[in-house]
């Protein structure tokens, strides 16, 4: 691992992530589809233009290029990119170079919307697993209505606890980079060409997170780009540790918005079911134990608050163990978290809640007023 484990404050250089000028993600005019950053979240369309400024994604160890795609050049490419991938995989038998993966419970409310989402990915060469959690509802039926060979889907005998779903999930995935997904979140259509790119780029990397969206049932967009605060750029693990406790939270967000390597995930042991309600924030402070954090700018992933989710209806479970999670954090003399940095973080995190509560109540009254029919309850949709 690479990083001053000295303090929060390490010299970057000019033209580093952090120093991007505002308003230069994906949340501008520029971007042609995928997420807004108000209203509705826009539908993806195809072809996208490129996102915001040239340098976005560029730091002092990687360097993300973005080349624009436009009109039927755009279309074209991404036609002949699959079908040369899938001629060349059964040629050789070349495994995907990344796997998606989505554990779904009870998802027919929004697994259709998820998918695509996925499938609509300027990066092709991936395989999408979905793990139908022996789901009552259409949940299967749905994620086998897809005739795209890149998906893959795999049905439970029976309904295990959510921590056994998501990790039988990943043992699915065949490719060496991973993405977990929630059976309701989405993905932008450039998120895995921007993170595949900078995990490619820096074999030093454990892991690559962005900024994600907060949306309603109807995929309205309540708080754009949230997360990452004081995260953006290449960090060791000891910045981003002392930047966990201080917020009293969880600022890289969930697994929608972030991607890792197979190999590190199965050294650190997976997702584990001592904290259920803070598996994603558990998994990534073990993963800085194999390499360095990279946060992207740009908001790549949108986090739906729904009316039965995990997240809305278990605050208070989930509050104890985001304690017990950064209480594990301070213990460990290798991070050098400072007392003024566990201070700091019991300030924040009943601010935090009360944030979180106000978000989920907004999202309540949009979904009483137009929103799509609840469904029964779920854990994320991936229980």
């Not at 303090?7 to 505002?22: F, N, Q, Y």
């Not at 022996?134 to 795999?154: K, L, Q």
């Not at 740009?298 to 104890?320: C, H, K, P, W, Y």
Request: include cysteine.
């Amino acid at each position: 691992m690479r990083g001053d484990p000295s303090g929060l404050d390490v010299p970057r250089p000019s033209g580093a992530v952090e120093d991007l000028p505002a308003g230069c993600g994906l949340d501008g005019p520029a971007d042609r589809g995928g997420f807004s950053s108000v209203g509705r979240m826009a539908p993806v369309e195809g072809p996208h233009q490129p996102i915001g400024s040239a340098d976005a994604g560029r730091e002092h160890r990687v360097s993300v290029s973005i080349r624009p795609f436009t009109g039927a050049t755009a279309r074209s490419w991404r036609d002949v990119g699959l079908s040369h991938i899938f001629l060349w995989r059964l040629i050789v038998q070349v495994l995907p170079n990344v796997s998606v993966c989505i554990p779904a419970y009870r998802g027919e409310n929004f697994l259709a919307e998820t998918m695509s989402s996925v499938l609509d990915q300027t990066y092709v060469d991936f395989e999408l697993v979905v793990l139908d959690n022996a789901s009552p509802d259409d949940t299967g039926e749905i994620a086998r209505s897809f005739r795209d060979p890149r998906v893959r889907v795999v049905t439970n005998d029976k309904t295990i606890p959510a921590p056994d779903n998501w990790r039988r999930a990943v043992e699915l995935c065949s490719a060496p980079l991973v993405k977990l997904v929630c059976a309701d979140d989405l993905l932008h259509p450039r998120c895995l060409e921007m993170q595949v790119t900078a995990m490619e780029a820096d074999p030093g990397l454990a892991m690559v997170a962005a900024r994600r969206h907060m949306i309603d049932e109807s995929s309205r967009v309540l708080a754009p780009a949230r997360g990452l605060n004081g995260l953006i750029g290449v960090r060791s693990g000891v910045e981003v540790a002392r930047r966990v406790v201080r917020s009293g939270g969880n600022p890289i967000g969930e697994p929608g918005s972030v991607l890792f390597r197979r190999a590190d995930y199965t050294t650190v042991g997976g997702w584990s079911p001592l904290r259920p309600f803070t598996m994603d924030l558990d998994l990534w402070m073990r993963l800085l134990r194999c390499g360095d954090f990279l946060g992207l700018p740009d908001a790549l992933a949108a986090f739906r608050i729904g009316r039965q989710s995990m997240t809305v209806n278990n605050d208070e479970a989930i509050a104890l163990d985001q304690k017990a999670v950064i209480a594990g954090l301070v213990a460990r003399p290798e991070l050098h978290v400072r007392w003024i940095d566990a201070a700091i973080g019991q300030l924040h995190a009943p601010l935090g809640r009360m944030r979180r509560r106000l978000l989920f109540s907004s999202a309540n009254r949009d979904a009483d007023h137009g929103g799509r029919p609840p469904q029964a309850p779920t854990a994320d949709n991936g229980y």
